[in-house]
């Protein structure tokens, strides 16, 4: 069954580094997603990426993160200068043009 | 904002016995989906149901719908302890799922 793919799994990094989480979507999905949760809390939306480009994005989704589709399967969030608040699990999703979205198993973020 | 949210925040139950949660929304809506996440893993979508629709059943799920009160509720009945986990219900707004803080559920044995 087809599923969508993230790496790495867990990834710890200093403040100020930059990361890049990635994701591989489900091959014929139009819609792609990033998500993020914070320990204990809710699933927090951060960008949506349709025809490729940003098609929505929340306050969070500030100047410190990009994402990319750079090959047509790839699906990437870099943030720029990490923080101690950054740390979070980062959740990629993607979707038919139909309601169901499929999540990826996340990267735990870790910013030390 | 389009956001359902969950309620109880918390529900504690025995083996076999149902589980009911319910989630209550702000805005008018295409469809509403339930989703699963076990701990420290992605979400699982579980079932949709449409605005049309009242109630929908799958498996052990039970789903209903009030678009008049703008709430949902989520039974499972026959609880096991691999239900244990925590359930998001998730509306639409511009093709961005959305979701609530959710409800933790432990089942025990």
């Known amino acids: 069954e087809p599923e969508v793919t993230q790496t790495p799994s867990h990834q710890v990094t200093q403040m100020g580094q930059e990361v890049i989480l990635r994701c591989v979507p489900i091959?014929?999905?139009?819609?792609f997603y990033w998500y993020r949760q914070i320990l204990g809390q809710k699933v927090e939306f951060l960008v949506s990426f349709y025809n490729n480009e940003i098609s929505e994005k929340s306050e969070i989704f500030d100047d410190q993160f990009s994402v990319e589709r750079p090959d047509g399967s790839n699906f990437t969030l870099k943030i720029r200068s990490t923080k101690l608040e950054d740390s979070a699990m980062y959740f990629c999703?993607?979707?038919?043009?139909?309601?169901?979205?499929?999540f990826g198993q996340g990267t735990r973020l870790t910013v030390v | 904002s389009q956001q359902g949210e969950e309620d109880p925040q918390a529900l504690s139950i025995q083996e076999g016995e149902n589980a009911t949660m319910n989630c209550s929304y702000k805005?008018?809506?295409?469809?509403l989906q339930w989703y699963r996440q076990n701990s420290g893993r992605g979400l699982v979508h579980l079932i949709l149901?449409?605005?049309?629709?009242r109630e929908k059943h799958s498996g052990r799920l039970r789903v209903t719908l009030d678009t008049s009160k703008k709430s949902s509720s989520l039974l499972i009945t026959a609880s096991r302890a691999a239900d244990t986990a925590s359930y998001f219900c998730a509306t639409e707004g511009s093709y961005i799922p959305t979701f609530g803080r959710g409800t933790s559920l432990i089942v025990h044995p």
């Open positions: 091959s014929n999905h139009l819609y």
């Open positions: 149901i449409r605005s049309n629709e």
């Open positions: 805005t008018s809506i295409n469809n």
């Open positions: 999703a993607s979707k038919e043009d139909s309601p169901e979205a499929f």
